[in-house]
């Protein structure tokens, strides 16, 4: 992380593991890199959870792409 610069976020507050597990959930669904099924077993959750989890973010994105 350090030689990423990643080590603090934009506000100065350190990263955890689990921002960094969000933000790797976040961009994963973001640039359809993976799908929900494929990002629960990487992730070791259900896919239930990853769902409850960020379905308005997969919601949001389908309807960016519906509307170009």
């Known amino acids: 992380m350090r030689d990423g610069e990643q080590e603090k976020k934009e506000d100065g507050q350190n990263r955890t593991l689990y921002s960094l597990r969000h933000t790797y ?7 359809n890199r993976a799908d929900l099924h494929t990002l629960a077993k990487q992730m070791g959750n259900s ?3 990853i769902e409850r989890h960020y379905s308005k973010l997969t919601a949001t994105v389908a309807a960016e792409r519906l509307a170009k």
């Open 47 to 49: 896919a239930a959870m």
């Open 25 to 31: 959930a976040t961009s994963e669904l973001i640039e």
